[in-house]
């Protein structure tokens, strides 16, 4: 088991994880999502994420939200001064990006004894979590992900990221499952974001290169049941679509790295403050150097 994890993780980019959350653990993971609705910010402060516009990269607000509970609004659920032009349990595109230090429910799933182990399978020895993310993909107004690499966002050297990705709906062609490139992680590192040397700049944030013109023909729906986890290596492509269904498409999601084979980039957008570690696997909380 142990090999054949690793070996299809290599093979393909990424591995599905049939039935790793039970229908109570995916029920009190749903329900801790949708709690977070219920403590949205004020007008002022409601920051969209899009990544097809990404304003974003111009906001200090994303860059800071390392160590904090942050809210990002769908493109079109806000108008200009940040009021809700739809109901605000389906205005999210997402919360993120310390839910794994921050928020007990997230916390245990995060830390549980199946992501340990399926940690071990893959070969990590020091596996350290990055960041997590509740994804809503709400109906209607679930916007596009464009075809991406998560190391051109959280780059290492060398490429030990893994993303672990849980349904927490079924995950169908209609409502917005992922999409893979099968072996393009093979491909390389094709751009990176990071954080703009450039003091004077208005963009917080720049590519290295320009977004890479992917064809359609190289992607295959991977349509999956709520429960099940997905492993996404750091370098294959993949994208969801539009929500164009009646359903949610919720799901939570982390990144988590091998610090003893690798590297986090000091270049990379999310950056702890100054004395603090990434929290290893086996704990629970930020270590500080200091």
């Known amino acids: 088991m142990h090999d054949s994890i690793r070996t299809k993780l290599l093979q393909d980019g990424y591995v599905i994880l049939d039935d790793f959350l039970s229908d109570a653990e995916v029920k009190e993971l749903k329900t801790a999502g949708e709690e977070l609705t219920d403590d949205l910010p004020e007008e002022s402060s409601r920051t969209v994420f899009s990544t097809t516009q990404p304003k974003q990269n111009k906001d200090k607000y994303f860059l800071e939200s390392s160590d904090k509970v942050s809210y990002f609004f769908e493109n079109g659920a806000v108008d200009e001064s940040g009021k809700l032009l739809v109901d605000a349990k389906v205005s999210l595109n997402k919360v993120g990006h310390a839910l794994h230090l921050l928020h007990p429910t997230f916390e245990k799933y995060t830390f549980s004894n199946k992501v340990k182990e399926t940690c071990w399978q893959l070969g990590f020895s020091e596996p350290v979590i990055v960041q997590s993310m509740y994804i809503y993909k709400n109906p209607g107004v679930g916007s596009e992900v464009v075809?991406?690499?998560?190391?051109?966002?959280?780059?290492?050297?060398?490429?030990?990221?893994?993303?672990?990705?849980?349904?927490?709906?079924?995950?169908?062609?209609?409502?917005?499952?992922?999409?893979?490139?099968?072996?393009?992680?093979?491909?390389?590192?094709?751009?990176?974001?990071?954080?703009?040397?450039?003091?004077?700049?208005?963009?917080?944030?720049?590519?290295?290169?320009?977004?890479?013109?992917?064809?359609?023909?190289?992607?295959?729906?991977?349509?999956?049941?709520?429960?099940?986890?997905?492993?996404?290596?750091?370098?294959?492509?993949?994208?969801?679509?539009?929500?164009?269904?009646?359903h949610p498409r919720h799901a939570y999601t982390f990144h988590v790295f091998d610090k003893k084979r690798a590297k986090y980039s000091p270049e990379n957008w999310l950056q702890l403050k100054e004395g603090y570690n990434f929290p290893a696997l086996y704990k629970s909380a930020p270590v500080s150097d200091v």
């Open 147 to 246: 075809a991406h690499q998560d190391a051109t966002f959280l780059h290492t050297e060398p490429t030990e990221l893994v993303g672990f990705w849980f349904a927490l709906d079924d995950a169908t062609v209609e409502n917005g499952c992922l999409w893979f490139a099968p072996g393009s992680h093979r491909s390389g590192v094709h751009r990176r974001l990071i954080r703009n040397p450039d003091p004077n700049s208005d963009e917080l944030l720049i590519f290295t290169a320009p977004a890479p013109l992917y064809q359609s023909s190289i992607f295959q729906p991977v349509p999956v049941r709520k429960g099940t986890c997905v492993l996404i290596h750091g370098q294959v492509v993949h994208k969801s679509e539009h929500n164009k269904s009646q």
